[in-house]
């Protein structure tokens, strides 16, 4: 074989051979820096690739018991918690009925199915679902504990906490044959870690964190406890688990599972929005306490006597002595007969040679404030809130850095009500929709097809939570007002994103309130305007 041709150098000299194409750049092996197996940075880098499954089933208990520990007992944690479940779901989430009246009417060929009829369905629907969701007797819930939009609070923190939402929806008849209550509709709120495999088994092929999944990798069905494995009243149970199906044959939900899928295929939830702080959150509690403590030692030892002799060490260096014992007896001796005070206080009186020395607080650090700040803001930006929402301080924020911060804020909390409106509350809703459909006076126009025909479109509705709020309300008002004038918004949108309140709700109190001011023949203020549309008709010179 001929030897491989050689180019020079200007020294006339061979030229050394080419590096490889992975050490071009940067000389780390590779030419992304993300990729570096050899930099001090990065070589000791390297965690695994792990199924969604497997990458979190296995830690799921663990990290979701320290995540509750830190929520009961840390104040950031908890707060931060409430910040959400109080912005997304508030104290009466509920759904706004609006069927898709379009869908239907292009299903039936029937133009009564029309924006009119819509609005007749959806106010006979939520005058029922009120019904059924604030029954004083409790009878929505499996329970009896708690309304509707209680429980959907309870699933939502699950959700942040644990990661999972998990109801079942049981049928009980009897509640209505024995006049307890109207519907057969009932929840039960699950604890998500009764979902699990039975027998504590690891994950199988269709087996996954207690989901029973198919060929397509759907879920089927639920394995649950009977009794949460922490309860020793029912230890018995706690370790007897039931096959739950994911609906009935007509899909009708039984189980219903709520979780951000963080990667496709996952079957539980990512342990929740403090998962990725829970360790910088504990090690500022852990700062927190020593912080305190060291305050606390500080205000207790303000000051100390300090003695011209210490006697272990003294007497050690020389030798003990009559004249050193003589010293510290009358030291003793002083001291216990000297109690002067004046007014309750006490006199400090030395004995000779002695003289007080103070303790100066130097708790907590200089940079203490900083260093808290600094990390709650981590943690905030983790769980989708502003900074201020979970320190509650707004002492260093003016009226454009706050309405900024609480507008980014809000379209994480609008996608977490929206998601969890999807995943948990419509279910729900579209079950206890199903059983109203027996009610013979539902407005319907002939020939309208069944309940199950048309699950979706008699289904469709929208979850109202709590309103936005203002910062600065005039300011924010008035450029809601500008904008349902130029047309780009609406009331019944400025109504539920601003004050969480359903804008027909409001034109009937304020049509009740106008009557009421002229029955007293009192003078409308100007919100309520001076004439009705019949009086601007009848006069249009007025207007």
């Not at 939830?269 to 990725?276: E, S, W």
Request: proline share 6%.
């Amino acid at each position: 074989m001929e030897n491989p041709v050689q180019i020079l150098g200007p020294d006339g000299r061979p030229l050394p051979p080419a590096r490889r194409p992975g050490m071009l750049i940067g000389g780390n092996g590779s030419p992304y820096d993300a990729a570096d197996n050899i930099g001090s940075h990065m070589a000791d880098w390297n965690p695994m690739i792990l199924g969604p499954d497997v990458e979190l089933n296995m830690y799921r208990d663990r990290i979701v018991s320290r995540v509750r520990d830190l929520v009961r007992n840390d104040g950031w944690a908890s707060g931060g918690v409430t910040r959400i479940l109080d912005n997304a779901i508030g104290a009466n989430f509920r759904p706004v009925c609006k069927p898709d009246y379009r869908a239907l009417a292009d299903m039936t060929g029937n133009d009564e199915f029309n924006a009119e009829w819509a609005d007749q369905f959806g106010r006979a629907v939520e005058a029922r679902w009120r019904t059924w969701a604030n029954d004083p007797g409790r009878w929505c819930d499996l329970h009896r504990n708690l309304t509707v939009a209680q429980m959907m609070r309870l699933a939502f923190r699950h959700k942040l906490v644990d990661g999972d939402a998990l109801a079942i929806l049981h049928w009980k008849p009897g509640n209505i044959s024995l006049g307890r209550a109207r519907y057969a509709t009932t929840v039960q709120i699950v604890d998500p870690d009764r979902l699990s495999n039975p027998q504590q088994h690891t994950d199988l092929r269709y087996m996954r964190g207690g989901v029973e999944i198919n060929e397509d990798g759907a879920a089927v069905a639920y394995w649950i406890r009977k009794a949460h494995q922490g309860d020793w009243f029912v230890a018995d149970k706690s370790m007897t688990w039931e096959r739950v199906l994911r609906e009935t044959a007509w899909c009708r939900p039984i189980v219903v599972h709520d979780f951000d899928a963080d990667r496709a295929s996952q079957n539980r939830g990512g342990a929740g929005v403090l998962a990725p702080v829970v360790q910088r959150l504990k090690m500022l509690v852990k700062y927190d306490s020593t912080e305190l403590d060291a305050a606390i030692i500080n205000a207790v030892f303000g000051a100390y006597i300090e003695s011209p002799f210490d006697s272990e060490f003294v007497e050690q260096a020389l030798g003990g002595g009559d004249e050193l014992n003589a010293y510290q007896a009358g030291r003793n001796e002083f001291h216990g007969d000297r109690r002067l005070s004046l007014a309750g206080a006490r006199i400090p009186t030395l004995f000779p040679g002695e003289k007080i020395t103070a303790i100066s607080a130097a708790r907590p650090a200089s940079n203490f404030g900083d260093f808290e700040r600094a990390v709650l803001r981590n943690a905030a930006a983790g769980m989708g809130i502003s900074a201020q929402q979970l320190s509650q301080d707004w002492s260093d924020v003016n009226y454009s850095s706050a309405r900024a911060s609480l507008l980014e804020a809000w379209k994480t909390l609008t996608v977490r009500r929206t998601n969890f409106s999807i995943g948990f509350a419509q279910p729900i809703f579209s079950a206890f929709l199903e059983e109203v459909f027996e009610d013979a006076d539902l407005p319907l126009p002939p020939g309208a097809p069944d309940f199950i025909e048309a699950r979706a479109a008699y289904s469709r509705c929208t979850w109202m939570g709590p309103g936005r709020g203002w910062v600065d309300p005039v300011a924010e008002k008035q450029g809601a007002v500008l904008g349902m004038d130029a047309g780009l918004s609406t009331l019944e949108a400025e109504a539920a994103e601003n004050v969480g309140e359903d804008w027909e709700e409001i034109l009937d109190q304020r049509q009740r309130e106008i009557a009421a001011f002229k029955q007293r023949g009192l003078t409308p203020p100007s919100w309520a305007g001076m004439q009705t549309a019949q009086e601007v008709i009848k006069k249009p010179e007025a207007v």
